[in-house]
């Protein structure tokens, strides 16, 4: 097991604490974490982003702080109280759990989020531009909670719907929508809650960048009945999600809410693997989309190999002077610590479209990894160029 | 520590765990909880109401299942898992907790709910009237996120707005509000998560028992900023929250949605502490209000005394005739398994009521007590009589 303590823990050496914390250079400046639970002092975090957290578990024989694929040791007092604090982390969001003696529970200092395929805990290393998603006392949009009953997958779905500053005043208005896609063990509550796009989008309508325009958040997953047993592998989707978002969704939304339907209003984005499923619908639908997002992903994932135009999706960027009229904007983005495969993939991908002759816009996330904070960037980035 | 094990532990015997469960009558029906979280096969429940959670701790050395006031006992297999159960728990729902070596933690099979002061598990006994509340393939209203300023409070606030099936369509229908609570150590989420209320009114709705109508649920603990300690007292919170509901909440709704701003369109009702504190916001506006609801609590709570109507709420009772015209349905609803104080001081609530002359409605859960499938009915009842 790997272990990392750049952040040594004082907690069991309150004596000594400030030479000790001096000689390793613990930064003694912890704050509780944003996205903690009511009143609960711990998680905190501190300028240099360590994670320090505490729990009482008189009994326990080994507690551990798990985050960044690191469980770092804790320590207890004389009180039955564990303290411990994490190497630093990049800034952002990032899930994380606790070990108590083998077992893997969330932290019970903070909220939870969807991610990793559980309801976990997550905490918010405050990021430098951190002013993009902040809750301020801007004009706010509406996130709306849709349950329906989808015919293809004979199942109960739901999707989160931000409706813009303005939606209910002005009733004669019609809006564009961007259809926003969630990434591989996380659900249609992801964009909302860590990735923060209703305040993103608050705040860039605020300042006139971005067009006022409704998001329509899914799940990407979407299996058919008799296909179920795709769901223990969720990086490889079944398609089912493309023919609920084509004959399902986008009917349901185009009838519910004051949209506008033609295809310059029209965009879809998503990260990861839902990069790589809007990827597909998007080719596969050009009549309907005419903006196309890739957070952290393509559709040529995870090979890093020089795309064949002739087969890759089933030739959709064959015509390149065909796609690069259609799509008035193909938006491709990553953070600079993401980890192969996704460098060499997008890497390939994009080399194929400038031998296409399709124009794109790319953008990298200044040292942030495959994590929420390189999402949200991205959300801000690509939102502003929509549907003007 | 009390310790009840009408359902024991079987994990740890599997080989003779039928003869076992006879002799001890454990209902071998066990079905895994509708809360949990996908894929996840724990915590179940049995069709005798019985709970039972499993979890590695392959390193713990005792782990408690914590649920309804009782810890108990898990036991631990040879592969580190533990698995426990407990006694029959009433049907509908209950927050629970899992104790590992001294440490309190969330379940990490359930999905997790706010109540009893923290962001925890939670799980669902399958009712026999759960028809009332169930997800079914009728019109769906919309459950929306509002984040806003409060100018009293100095601080971010968030309501949830329900909305009726049919609001969207119908731009120049405006319709009847109802403002609704939730208790002491729950927050904002409570009626829509485990509260149900979109469901309850949608199917209502549907089939027409209930005029369509928006529900606003809004977090009923609200301090100035110079009263802020009265945080760590919220079963007495300082009235500001009245303040913030009369001169905030409500002008904010009835500017931004389609509302019926007559008196006879607006209701107000809540659980517990939101019962004691929706009773005085009524009482204090009955302008206002023509429709109360105090589902578990009134506003002589916890005392059982006879009601001295000349004090009570300033004299708000004392021309009986006035509230009896003015308050065109006065509901109060309690669970028939509730503790003291709550009948005692509902009764004697009661009783001046009917020595002021004062008409209302009294409805009794059966077999619940001071907890949400008691409120989740007395919202179905409530909601019938309301804007008629």
Redo the contacts between chains.
């Keep these: 097991m790997k272990k990392v303590k750049l952040c040594i823990t004082v907690a069991a050496l309150v004596v000594s604490s400030t030479v000790f914390a001096q000689s390793t250079k613990v930064k003694e400046d912890f704050k509780p974490s944003e996205v903690n ?3 609960k002092a711990f998680p905190q975090v501190n300028s240099r982003g360590c994670v320090r957290t505490q ?9 551990q702080l798990d985050i960044g694929g690191v469980k770092y040791n804790m320590v207890k007092d004389a009180s ?1 109280v564990w303290t411990g604090e994490s190497a630093p982390q990049d800034e952002g969001f990032h899930y994380y759990q ?1 070990n ?7 932290d ?1 200092g903070t ?2 989020f969807y991610g990793a ?4 805990s997550g905490i918010e290393i405050p990021a430098h531009d951190r002013e993009i998603y902040a ?1 301020k ?1 801007v004009p ?1 949009g ?8 989808s015919d293809i997958t004979k199942a ?1 779905r739901r999707c989160f ?1 931000y409706t813009p500053p303005g939606y ?2 002005n ?1 004669g208005k019609s809006y564009p929508v961007l259809y926003l896609q969630h990434g591989s063990f996380e ?1 249609e509550t992801g964009w ?1 809650q860590q990735g923060k796009a209703n305040l993103i989008l608050d705040n860039l309508i605020a300042k006139k960048k971005a067009e006022p325009m409704i998001i329509v958040m899914d799940n990407g997953y979407a299996f058919k009945p008799q296909t179920e047993q795709a ?1 223990g592998n969720p990086t490889r989707p079944a398609m089912a999600f493309e023919e609920v978002m084509m004959q399902e969704i986008i009917p349901m939304i185009d009838a ?3 949209t506008l339907t033609n295809r310059e209003s029209r965009a879809i984005a998503g990260l990861s693997m839902g990069a790589n499923q809007t990827m597909r619908i998007a080719m596969n639908n050009l009549g309907h989309f005419a903006y196309y997002g890739g957070f952290s992903g393509t559709s040529n994932y995870p090979n890093s190999d020089e795309i064949d135009v002739e087969t890759f999706l089933n030739g959709a960027f064959k015509d390149g002077k065909k796609v690069d009229q259609q799509l008035k904007v193909l938006w491709l983005g990553m953070g600079t610590k993401e980890p192969e495969p996704f460098p060499g993939s997008i890497g390939a991908f994009r080399k194929m479209l400038d031998k296409q002759g399709i124009e794109h816009v790319y953008y990298e996330s200044p040292e942030t990894a495959h994590e929420w904070q390189t999402w949200r960037r991205s959300l801000y980035q690509y939102a502003q160029l929509l549907f003007k």
């Design positions: 639970q009511p009143r729990i009482s578990a008189p009994e326990a024989n080994m507690v039955g606790l108590i003696d083998g077992a893997s529970v969330p019970p909220k939870y395929g559980r309801w976990g809750l006392d706010h509406l996130v709306s909670e849709l349950n329906y009953f109960w719907v209910e005043a009733a659900d909302s769901v519910r809410f004051r």
